[in-house]
T-cell receptor, first 112, second 110 residues
Framework: EPEVTQTPSHQVTQMGQEVILRCVPI?????FYWYRQILGQKVEFLVS????????KSEIFDDQFSVERPDGSNFTLKIRSTKLEDSAMYFC??????????FGPGTRLTVT | GQSLEQPSEVTAVEGAIVQMNCTYQ??????LSWYQQHDGGAPTFLSY????GLEETGRFSSFLSRSDSYGYLLLQELQMKDSASYFC???????????FGTGTQLKVEL
């Protein structure tokens, strides 16, 4: 069964450093998303991406964040200058119909 | 904006039926989804209600009442592997995004 993959599974970085989280969505999916989950809390929407552009972004998704679909298979989330409060599990999701979203296993980001 | 509230924890016995409730506030939405998340895992899609009423998928059923701003997930024939967190989520337009609730942790006991 096709699945969303994410790399790395765990990323440790120092405050102020740039990180790039990578995702390979399911191949025939058209809608792409990034969500995050701080430990013990609910999943929060960051950004949605469709037809090679951002559809919507949350208040969390400020100028430090950017997304890119550099080729036909990858979908990346970049954080330019990480802060301690960016420490969370970051989930990529994709969908063919937008309401049934398939989540990847996540990247645990630890900012020290 | 949207907000969704769920009971924090529910405990039930293996083989039993459990209902997990979700109340929400929103100015508009397309439908209500349910996701399961095991500890350390990714959310997994369970069900989606675009219309009022009951949707059944195997042991899982989900209900939506737009007039009451309320939904629930029903799990039948509980198994130990059903122990997980269950999140309701509003699916809204614009970005076709999910806004998740606070989640209910289900513990299934022998």
């Amino acid at each position: 069964e096709p699945e969303v993959t994410q790399t790395p599974s765990h990323q440790v970085t120092q405050m102020g450093q740039e990180v790039i989280l990578r995702c390979v969505p399911i191949s025939n999916h058209l809608y792409f998303y990034w969500y995050r989950q701080i430990l013990g809390q609910k999943v929060e929407f960051l950004v949605s991406f469709y037809n090679n552009e951002i559809s919507e972004k949350s208040e969390i998704f400020d100028d430090q964040f950017s997304v890119e679909r550099p080729d036909g298979s990858n979908f990346t989330l970049k954080i330019r200058s990480t802060k301690l409060e960016d420490s969370a599990m970051y989930f990529c999701a994709s969908s063919v119909n937008s309401y049934e979203q398939y989540f990847g296993p996540g990247t645990r980001l630890t900012v020290t | 904006g949207q907000s969704l509230e769920q009971p924090s924890e529910v405990t039930a016995v293996e083989g039993a039926i459990v209902q997990m409730n979700c109340t929400y506030q929103t100015s508009g939405f397309y439908g209500l989804s349910w996701y399961q998340q095991h500890d350390g895992g990714a959310p997994t899609f369970l069900s989606y209600n675009a219309l009022d009423g009951l949707e059944e998928t195997g042991r899982f059923s989900s209900f939506l009442s737009r007039s009451d701003s309320y939904g629930y997930l029903l799990l039948q024939e509980l198994q130990m592997k059903d122990s997980a967190s269950y999140f309701c989520a509003l699916f809204t337009g614009g970005g076709n995004k999910l806004t998740f609730g606070t989640g209910t942790q289900l513990k299934v006991e022998l």
